[in-house]
C-alpha cells in the first residue's frame, strides 16, 4: 500500500511539471500566435476585442490549471500525514492497521453495528492482531486463538484493566463496580467475596431449589398456555431476573405469586430501561467529546437509570437491616440460607469500613448482570433446536434414556446428559453473547503477535470470529451439537471461550450453565415444540449478541411425561 502510494505521488509530481511546461510552452506560443496574428489580420476594432477576449480565456485556463493543483496538494495533505503515521507506527513495530485514520475521529468511519462483525472485515484484511484508533483511544483486535492466549494468559495481568466507557462510569459506581473495577485491591476484594459468598459451588448447592422452583414456575405458565404463541425471550428473562432477586432479596418480582406488586413494577421498570439505554451507548463514547456527538442526553439518561437503581437497591438494604426481608427457609439439604444482602450485612460488622452501602450494591450488580447472558443463549438453543427438529428429538431420547418419564430432569442429571451439554456449547460458539468479551485496557507496554503494544491500548477480543473461523471450527455456519461429542470436560485451548478466560473471566459460569442446562433439559423433556416455519436467527445491533426478533414459539405438553406437568 505505501509503495502504491509513493507512486502515486511521484506520478503527481512529474504530471504537474509536465503541466507547469505545457502551461509556459502555451504562453510563449500565444504570444508568438499573438505577434503573428496581430500582424496579419488585426485590422479592426472587433477583430482586435476577439482576439483580447481570447487572450483573456488563456489566463483563466492557466489559473484554473493552477487551481487544480492548489486543490490536488490540499487532497494530498491527508495522504502524506497517513502516510508518514504509518510510517512512524512501522517504525515502532505497532500492529497493522488500516491505511487511514482520520485526525479526531481515526478509524471510526470503518465501522458499523454491530461491532464485531466490522471487526471480522478488519481481522480478514490485517491479520488477527490489528490495532486501530477509535478517537483518541488505541484499539487491539485480536481474532485468532493463539494471540487470544497471549493476551489472556502470558500478558493476563497487563490486560486485566477495564476501559474507562460511560457505562461504567454511570452504572458501575464510577468504576468501582467489580465488572467495571480497575485491576487491584478493590476488585481482588469484591472478586474474592463475589466467589466466596455468592458463586461458590456450595452456596450454588445450597440455592439450587431456587432455580428448580423458577422452572418449575416456568413449566406451569407453558402448560397452561393452550398452545397459544408464548414470547420465550421474556419468558427466559423473568426466569433468571428471578432467580437474581430471590438470591439477592429473596424475592420475586416477575411473573405470578409477585409478593410486592408496586415494588415489583418499579423493578421491571428499571429493567426496562436498563435494556432501552445500554442499546443506546454506541461508538460515539470513544470520541474526545461525546456530549457534541449526540451522547449528552444518553450520559444523562444513564444517570437517571443509576439513580432509580441505587435508591431501589437501597431500599432493599435498609429493609434488611431493619430486621425485615425475606430468607431462604428451604434451601437444599434442609439447610438455612442467606440472602446476599444478609449475608454481607453480618460481614459489615466485623469490617464496617470495607461493607459499606456502595459495596453491598455493587455485589447485588454482580447478579443483576448475569440474567441477561444466560436468558439470550436459551433463547438462541431453543431457536436454534425448533430450527433443526432433528437435533431436538435426540436431545430428548437422551433425557429420555437418563431421566425417564417418572420425574423432572433434576441437576444432578446434568454431567449425565452429554448431548444437552453439546447443544449449549454449539449454541455459546455461533451466538456468543459477549461476542468481543468485555473490553480489558493495557497497564504497560507488552508484545502480542511479535508487535509492540503500548500501554493503555484497548483490548478487543473477536470471539465471535475465532468461534466461527472455518480453520479451527469446519462448516462453522452449520448448527452441529456433534462437533462437541467427546470432548466433555476438555477446554478446547482458547478456540472457544464464551465466559473470557484469565483474571477477568466470568464469575458465574457456573450458575449460568446449571440454570441454563436445567431450563433446556425441562422444556425438551416436557413439551412437544411446533414450529410451522423456520425461525429468524438475525443478530440484532446491540454490544452483546441478542437476536434480532424474540422468539415466539407454541408448545404442548408431550404424552408421555403429561403426568409430571399434573400440578401445572
Ligand atoms: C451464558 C451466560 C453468560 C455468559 C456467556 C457470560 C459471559 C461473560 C463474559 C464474556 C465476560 C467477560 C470476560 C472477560 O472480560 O474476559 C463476563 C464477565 C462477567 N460475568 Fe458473565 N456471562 C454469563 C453469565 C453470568 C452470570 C449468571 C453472572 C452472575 C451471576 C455473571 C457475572 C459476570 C461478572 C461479575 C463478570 C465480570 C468479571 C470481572 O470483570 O472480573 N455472568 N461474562
Known amino acids: 500500500m505505501t509503495i502504491q502510494f509513493l507512486r502515486l505521488l511521484a506520478f503527481c509530481a512529474i504530471a504537474k511539471q509536465l503541466l507547469l511546461k505545457i502551461v509556459a510552452v502555451s504562453q510563449f506560443l500565444f504570444l508568438l500566435a499573438f505577434l503573428e496574428i496581430s500582424k496579419r489580420h488585426l485590422h479592426d476594432a472587433r477583430e482586435a476585442f476577439q482576439?483580447?477576449?481570447?487572450?483573456?480565456?488563456c489566463a483563466i485556463a492557466k489559473h484554473v490549471l493552477h487551481h487544480i493543483w492548489t486543490v490536488k496538494l490540499f487532497l494530498l495533505?491527508?495522504?502524506?500525514?497517513?502516510?508518514?503515521?504509518r510510517l512512524f507506527q512501522k517504525s515502532r513495530n505497532l500492529p497493522p492497521s488500516p491505511f487511514l485514520a482520520l485526525p479526531v475521529i481515526g478509524h471510526l468511519y470503518l465501522i458499523q453495528n454491530p461491532l464485531h462483525r466490522s471487526l471480522c472485515w478488519i481481522s480478514r484484511r490485517y491479520g488477527p492482531v490489528a490495532l486501530l484508533r477509535f478517537g483518541p483511544s488505541r484499539v487491539l483486535v485480536v481474532s485468532s486463538p493463539d494471540a487470544a492466549e497471549e493476551c489472556l494468559?502470558?500478558?493476563?495481568?497487563?490486560?486485566?484493566?477495564?476501559p474507562c466507557l460511560l457505562a461504567g462510569k454511570h452504572l458501575g459506581y464510577n468504576y468501582t463496580s467489580l465488572a467495571w473495577s480497575p485491576y487491584g485491591d478493590h476488585w481482588r476484594n469484591l472478586r474474592s467475596i463475589a466467589s466466596g459468598e455468592i458463586l461458590s459451588a456450595n452456596c450454588l448447592l445450597t440455592l439450587s431449589t431456587i432455580w428448580a422452583d423458577e422452572v418449575k414456575s416456568l413449566l406451569h405458565r407453558l402448560a397452561k398456555s393452550g398452545g397459544r404463541s408464548v414470547n420465550m425471550k421474556s419468558a427466559f428473562f423473568e426466569l433468571m431476573l428471578n432467580v437474581g432477586t430471590l438470591m439477592i432479596a429473596g424475592k420475586r418480582y416477575c411473573g405470578e405469586n409477585v409478593g410486592e406488586l408496586e415494588e415489583a413494577i418499579k423493578?421491571?421498570?428499571?429493567?426496562?430501561?436498563?435494556?432501552?439505554?445500554?442499546?443506546?451507548?454506541?461508538?460515539?463514547?470513544?470520541?474526545?467529546?461525546?456530549?457534541?456527538?449526540?451522547?449528552?442526553?444518553?450520559?444523562?439518561?444513564?444517570?437517571?437509570?443509576?439513580?432509580?437503581?441505587?435508591?431501589f437497591m437501597q431500599s432493599l438494604i435498609d429493609e434488611s437491616q431493619s430486621g425485615g426481608g425475606n430468607e431462604w427457609p428451604e434451601a437444599a439439604e434442609g439447610r438455612k440460607k442467606k440472602t446476599l444482602i444478609q449475608v454481607l450485612l453480618s460481614r459489615r460488622e466485623t469490617e464496617p469500613e470495607y461493607y459499606k452501602d456502595e459495596t453491598i450494591k455493587s455485589l447485588m450488580q454482580v447478579v443483576l448482570t448475569g440474567p441477561d447472558t444466560s436468558a439470550t443463549t436459551m433463547e438462541w438453543a431453543l431457536s436454534a433446536m425448533l430450527n433443526h427438529p432433528e437435533i431436538l428429538k435426540k436431545a430428548r431420547a437422551e433425557i429420555d434414556e437418563v431421566v425417564g418419564h417418572d420425574r423432572l430432569v433434576s441437576e444432578s442429571d446434568l454431567p449425565k446428559l452429554p448431548y444437552l451439554h453439546s447443544v449449549i456449547n454449539e449454541t455459546m460458539r455461533m451466538y456468543p453473547v459477549g461476542p468481543l468479551l468485555v473490553?480489558?485496557?493495557?497497564?504497560?507496554?507488552?508484545?502480542?503477535?511479535?508487535?509492540?503494544?503500548?500501554?493503555?491500548?484497548?483490548?478487543?477480543?473477536?470471539?465471535?470470529?475465532?468461534q466461527n473461523d472455518p480453520r479451527y471450527w469446519p462448516d462453522p455456519t452449520n448448527f452441529k451439537p456433534e462437533r462437541f461429542e467427546g470432548m466433555e470436560g476438555v477446554r478446547d485451548g482458547y478456540k472457544m471461550m464464551p465466559f473470557g478466560s484469565g483474571r477477568r473471566k466470568c464469575l458465574g459460569e457456573n450458575l449460568a450453565v446449571r440454570t441454563i442446562g436445567l431450563t433446556l433439559g425441562s422444556l425438551i423433556q416436557c413439551f412437544e415444540?411446533?414450529?410451522?416455519?423456520?425461525?429468524?436467527?438475525?443478530?440484532?445491533?446491540?454490544?452483546?449478541?441478542q437476536k434480532a426478533q424474540p422468539l415466539m414459539a407454541k408448545c404442548r405438553p408431550r404424552s408421555a411425561t403429561s403426568d409430571l406437568l399434573s400440578w401445572a
Open 51 to 57: 482576439f483580447l477576449l481570447f487572450l483573456a480565456f
Open 529 to 545: 415444540w411446533d414450529s410451522d416455519e423456520l425461525i429468524d436467527m438475525t443478530e440484532g445491533s446491540g454490544p452483546t449478541m
Open 153 to 162: 494468559a502470558k500478558n493476563d495481568i497487563v490486560f486485566a484493566n477495564r
Open 77 to 85: 495533505f491527508p495522504a502524506v500525514y497517513a502516510i508518514g503515521m
Open 267 to 311: 423493578f421491571m421498570e428499571i429493567v426496562t430501561e436498563s435494556f432501552r439505554i445500554s442499546g443506546a451507548t454506541k461508538m460515539g463514547e470513544f470520541l474526545p467529546f461525546p456530549r457534541w456527538m449526540g451522547l449528552k442526553e444518553v450520559e444523562e439518561k444513564l444517570m437517571t437509570l443509576q439513580k432509580k437503581r441505587d435508591e
Open 439 to 466: 473490553p480489558h485496557e493495557s497497564v504497560e507496554d507488552c508484545q502480542v503477535g511479535g508487535y509492540r503494544v503500548p500501554r493503555g491500548t484497548i483490548l478487543l477480543i473477536n470471539l465471535f470470529y475465532i
